[in-house]
């Protein structure tokens, strides 16, 4: 019988694509798994502070004043999946230093930022964001990237498709 294995990208990614489903955000729903020596660090997803209501039952104050995708981060009440996955790390002491992020989407200038005062070397990301800043930032610091093509999807769904139906049946 022969067994299909994700390669390390997509193993990693399919991971980040889970932890997005804990997502509150009305507009985007992100996850984040930071990785050190193939092993995981931390998570992250976007949605509000701890203890503090959830856009999803408040609403989005950048939904309510028509602010466009990549554009005034600041009026979010969110915390974006990257920064809640390096806070975490922080918070447990687990070093992010020559780690490497792995975010279904491409992060914004103020995780871009934090990614890079982390000491994270390596970006990983299947969505592209519209923030200029943020990838002149990683391109200043050397930070490397991989953008996933679609093709990621379809071999994220044969894994999955072959794990929910069993690969012994």
Request: charged share 20%.
């Amino acid at each position: 019988m022969e067994i299909t294995r994700p390669d390390w990208d997509v193993y990693f990614m399919m991971m980040a694509g889970v932890a997005a489903m804990r997502s509150t955000c009305v507009r985007r729903r992100v996850g984040a798994v930071i990785v050190r020596d193939r092993q995981v660090v931390s998570t992250g997803y976007n949605g509000a502070p701890k203890g503090l209501p959830h856009c999803a039952d408040v609403g989005c104050l950048r939904v309510k004043l028509s602010i466009p995708s990549g554009e005034r981060h600041e009026i979010c009440r969110g915390s974006h999946a990257e920064m809640n996955a390096i806070a975490q790390a922080a918070a447990t002491g687990a070093s992010t230093e020559g780690g490497h992020i792995y975010s279904t989407h491409e992060p914004c200038s103020f995780c871009t930022k934090a990614i890079i005062n982390a000491g994270i070397v390596r970006l990983v990301y299947l969505h592209p964001y519209p923030d200029e800043l943020a990838r002149e930032l990683r391109s200043q610091a050397s930070v490397q990237v991989l953008h996933l093509s679609a093709s990621f999807l379809s071999s994220a769904e044969s894994l999955m498709r072959s794990f929910l139906h069993g690969i012994d049946s």
